[in-house]
């Protein structure tokens, strides 16, 4: 589940460690100011509806997301997203329900947009990276 970003927007080439296709990616957004407790509600939300956050990675090419948070030593509050995900994939699915409150929450906690990082190396172990790859391009792990 992205935010409100879509997949592919990153400014930098990919390494070559990053499979043909897919795109290895770490952003980060500010927190606004006092959203701290709803930063904390969004959370809590994607974490009662997991299911149907899964359910959204296969339209997005998504094989991989993680979200962490950061407060620098001047009390500024980052959330950053980490994905691996295919070029072919969609953003958020606005006609499903779940996007829609994440993206809510997303317009109320977080500053407009995000930083990119440049991505350098992405190490996989070799029996998982087919099915990343499968994965990234068809929203399938192909392992059936």
Not at 38 to 46: G, Q, V
Not at 69 to 82: C, F, K, P, V
Not at 125 to 130: D, K
Request: hydrophobic residues 35%; aromatic residues 6%; contains cysteine.
């Amino acid at each position: 589940m992205t935010d409100v970003h879509s997949p592919g927007e990153s400014p930098f080439p990919m390494p070559l460690s990053v499979p043909p296709g897919m795109r290895l990616e770490l952003s980060r957004s500010r927190l606004l100011p006092g959203a701290q407790e709803e930063t904390e509600r969004w959370m809590d939300m994607l974490h009662e509806r997991y299911e149907e956050c899964l359910d959204t990675l296969s339209a997005e090419r998504m094989a991989f997301e993680a979200t962490f948070r950061h407060t620098d030593s001047d009390g500024t509050e980052w959330i950053y997203h980490l994905s691996l995900h295919g070029d072919s994939g969609g953003g958020l699915d606005l006609s499903n329900p779940v996007d829609q409150e994440h993206l809510a929450y997303a317009k109320r906690c977080k500053e407009p947009g995000w930083e990119e990082l440049r991505p350098v190396l992405m190490l996989v172990p070799r029996p998982i990276r087919p099915a990343l790859e499968a994965w990234g391009r068809d929203g399938d792990a192909g392992t059936d």
